[in-house]
């Protein structure tokens, strides 16, 4: 069990350039979510999905999409990189209401992005 | 909005001796309440949790307690370690749109001093 695996994990970008963020995980969760994590801000949630084919905004959702096309896939995109989105960003899942314990959110790695 | 505030930022603590950190939140209906360790360079690893049904929770050296009234949660690490140095961060969350979406606090870094 890899558990949440992140793709990459760093990058570089120029500002305007776009680039996707790959999560996956092999542990049959319904729920998925994206979070940026800043120095002193904690985590917080961009957007999230509660199964295949959905996706809702979360905390701060601005300037990034996502979609969910395979339940184990999650990925979140930069359309037009600013450097107000240098953070680094962490996938998570967990299990539906019916899985057990669903309240708990499994996190990935982690992906360190820098737009200069 | 929801927030959770988190105090301290920055703990050091001899080995041996014991470690609190507290969080507050603002929504009343949270009622699910974790704590994430993150370790440097890794992604956040749940360590104890506990349900607003509860006034306390306690594994090995760690525990939590709530206060559901002043709406503040605590976490209590005793004996530390030199391997409980990392960046601890509490949440607060409550069932929404079939899921739970977490408020995480903004972390407390310990250092637990050889």
């Known amino acids: 069990n890899a558990g949440v695996t992140q793709t990459p994990k760093f990058r570089v970008l120029k500002t305007g350039q776009s680039m996707t963020l790959l999560c996956a995980q092999d542990?049959?969760?319904?729920?998925m979510y994206w979070y940026r994590q800043d120095p002193g801000m904690g985590l917080r949630l961009i957007h999230y999905s509660v199964g295949e084919g959905t996706t809702a905004k979360g905390e701060v959702p601005d300037g990034y999409n996502v979609s969910r096309l395979k339940k184990q896939n999650f990925l979140l995109g930069l359309e037009s990189a600013a450097p107000s989105q240098t953070s680094v960003y962490f996938c998570?899942?967990?299990?539906?209401?019916?899985?057990?314990?669903?309240?708990?959110?499994?996190f990935g790695p982690g992906t360190r992005l820098t737009v200069l | 909005g929801e927030n959770v505030e988190q105090h301290p930022s920055t703990l050091s603590v001899q080995e041996g001796d014991s470690a609190v950190i507290k969080c507050t939140y603002s929504d009343s209906a949270s009622n699910y309440f974790p704590w994430y360790k993150q370790e440097l360079g890794k992604g956040p690893q749940l360590i104890i949790d506990i349900r607003s049904n509860v006034g306390e929770k306690k594994d090995q050296r760690i525990a939590v307690t709530l206060n559901k009234t002043a709406k503040h949660f605590s976490l209590h690490i005793t004996e530390t370690q030199p391997e409980d140095s990392a960046v601890y961060f509490c949440?607060?969350?409550?069932?929404?749109?079939?899921?739970?979406?977490?408020?995480f606090g903004t972390g407390t870094r310990l250092k637990v001093l050889a």
């Open positions: 949440a607060a969350s409550r069932a929404t749109s079939g899921t739970y979406k977490y408020i």
């Open positions: 542990m049959n969760h319904e729920y």
């Open positions: 998570a899942s967990s299990y539906s209401r019916q899985g057990g314990r669903w309240n708990e959110q499994f």
